[in-house]
């Protein structure tokens, strides 16, 4: 079946750092979507991104959609203690489709 | 503008019972996803509705079932507790037309 892989796995960054982790596939999906969880909450929606190539931020946040389909990557500029949490990619075909989530990568801030 | 919300927060069931789980989807949106999350892994696919009826599911057994109300509002239902059913369930809303989801907080389930 479907499945994603995200790399790192967990990182462990200094406050102020840039951060960067990405998604693969084996399959193509049509749109990625990013979402960051805290314990015990749902999962926020950071950013979604459905062409290929695109390029979409939302504050310091900026991530792209893989020119194959088959990636996607998130960038966290300037860290902060507050972007602590789990990072998850998600993706589908369309929107009929059922979304699949990665693994997550958990981040750590240092202060 | 609610969001999506979830009731109850918690519960804890003993195994071979029966749960009710409930979603109310963030106003505007036609479609809900539910899913259950095991600590440290990602979210898993359950099943989605949409007009009432389900239109997508992962890979449950027939002993998760839903339904989706004319408002839109969703119940997930599970027969015959197994301690392995113990997670996170988390319920999330879309728009037919488009792929993005929008969580809810989540009922923690624990089955003893």
């Known amino acids: 079946g479907q499945q994603l892989n995200q790399s790192p796995q967990s990182m462990f960054i200094q406050e102020g750092e840039d951060v960067s982790m990405n998604c693969t596939s084996s399959s193509i999906f049509n749109t990625w979507l990013w979402y960051k969880q805290d314990p015990g909450e749902g999962p926020v929606l950071l950013i979604a991104l459905y062409k290929a190539g695109e390029l979409t931020s939302n504050g310091r946040l900026t991530a792209q959609f893989g020119i194959t389909r088959k990636d996607s990557f998130l960038n966290i500029s300037a860290s902060i203690p507050s972007d602590v949490g789990i990072y998850f990619c998600?993706?589908?075909?369309?929107?009929?489709?059922?979304?699949?989530f990665g693994p997550g990568t958990s981040l750590s801030v240092i202060p | 503008d609610a969001g999506v919300t979830q009731s109850p927060t918690h519960l804890i069931k003993t195994r071979g019972q029966q749960v009710t789980l409930r979603c109310s989807p963030k106003s505007g949106h036609d479609t809900v996803s539910w899913y259950q999350q095991a600590l440290g892994q990602g979210p898993q696919f359950i099943f989605q509705y949409y007009e009432e009826e389900e239109r997508q599911r992962g890979n449950f057994p027939d002993r998760f079932s839903g339904h989706q109300f004319p408002n839109y509002s969703s119940e997930l239902n599970v027969n015959a507790l197994l301690l392995g059913d113990s997670a996170l369930y988390l319920c999330?809303?879309?728009?037919?037309?488009?792929?993005?989801?929008?969580f809810g907080p989540g009922t923690r389930l624990t089955v003893t």
């Open positions: 998600a993706g589908l075909g369309t929107s009929y489709d059922k979304v699949i």
């Open positions: 999330a809303s879309s728009l037919v037309s488009r792929g993005e989801q929008y």
